[in-house]
């Protein structure tokens, strides 16, 4: 049965129905409570940036703990219009502002977009079709089609389908979707569905 979550400042929705919310006045950051009030297991959870981090987190209460697919049959496909273009520039910023600043490759990872299909892939063992797309639409509809053809041509049995954007820490927003093939037949209506109800995030506009 498909599910889906979606993440916005304060609060995270499963299947439409809040259930967490940030707590007013805590010092640490939405996304590190989150991961806390899921006691998920990541250590790496604490190296990832941002962007990284929201998309581990709207994964985490939809992906089912125990499958029965092979993990091969497995794929995640993830959206998003931004990218990585907010940690993009704070470590421009930060590396040619100071020269005395050395910077190792694990910081620069988190400025490639794809790093989430990485870090998901590791956590949740999938072993099939994974890409990650830039697009103008904040839809689902493009993850859809494509989810289609890798159903319909026996390449995916499961696949996690997923919106993400982060500007700041008041403008960002996630939205991902878990599909098994007997969803298939549904897809449409379902992604209509998700679409519709995704709520508004009041997004900045990129410069």
Excluded at 53 to 62: D, T
Excluded at 164 to 172: N, V
């Amino acid at each position: 049965m498909a599910t889906y979550a979606v993440i916005q400042p304060h609060q995270f929705t499963y299947n439409g129905q809040v259930i967490f919310k940030a707590s007013p006045g805590k010092e640490e950051s939405f996304f590190l409570e989150a991961y806390r009030f899921f006691k998920a297991d990541y250590p790496k959870f604490h190296k990832m940036d941002l962007f990284c981090q929201m998309g581990f987190l709207s994964a985490w209460p939809i992906v089912p703990k125990h499958r029965l697919m092979a993990p091969e049959k497995t794929g995640v496909l993830l959206a998003s219009k931004s990218g990585s273009s907010y940690i993009d520039q704070n470590y421009y910023e930060k590396v040619f502002a100071n020269a005395d600043i050395s910077y190792s490759p694990a910081q620069f990872t988190y400025t490639l977009p794809s790093a989430i299909l990485g870090e998901l892939s590791i956590k949740h063992n999938f072993q099939g079709e994974n890409y990650f797309f830039l697009q103008a639409s904040e839809h689902l509809d493009l993850l859809r089609d494509y989810a289609k053809s890798l159903f319909k041509s026996n390449r995916l049995e499961a696949c996690l389908l997923g919106w993400m954007d982060y500007y700041d820490e008041a403008h960002f927003q996630s939205c991902y979707a878990w599909i098994e093939a007997e969803d298939l037949k549904d897809l449409d209506n379902i992604i209509f569905n998700i679409n519709k109800n995704r709520l508004d995030y009041g997004k900045a506009p990129i410069n």
